[in-house]
């Protein structure tokens, strides 16, 4: 699958999904390009995935009809993001055009555990 690693997601990430092949939006020169531009660019492309730290993107843009799926995270933490690689690549292997997956892979938090 080709796979679009936003611009709010580790560019370090992009070496880890596996057999899928990966460019960041940097790399395609569409940084700062709002949501609805990005998904064009992406089709245009050729994309099939958008992954994505943007949980609201499914409200803000219709994705019926579109060639591109979106896969959102609910984490943007390299570290929270290693531990769930298996269930982003599978979430990723799983997308079909046109729809939205929000992809709970936990979240970071400050709070110290009783043992620190």
Not at 37 to 47: H, I, Q
Not at 55 to 74: D, H, I, K, P, W
Request: net charge negative; charged share 20%.
């Amino acid at each position: 699958m080709k796979v679009l690693l936003d611009e709010n997601l580790d560019h370090a990430l992009r070496k880890l999904l596996g057999p899928h092949e990966v460019v960041t939006v940097t790399y395609m020169g569409w940084t700062g390009l709002q949501n609805g531009s990005l998904l064009r660019a992406a089709e245009e492309s050729g994309m099939e995935v958008l992954l994505t730290g943007d949980q609201t993107l499914s409200y803000e843009q219709n994705l019926t009809g579109r060639r591109l799926a979106v896969v959102a995270l609910s984490a943007i933490q390299l570290p929270i993001l290693k531990e769930n690689l298996p269930k982003i690549i599978a979430a990723i292997d799983g997308a079909a055009p046109g729809t939205f997956q929000a992809l709970d892979c936990g979240t970071f938090s400050r709070k110290r555990t009783a043992e620190e």
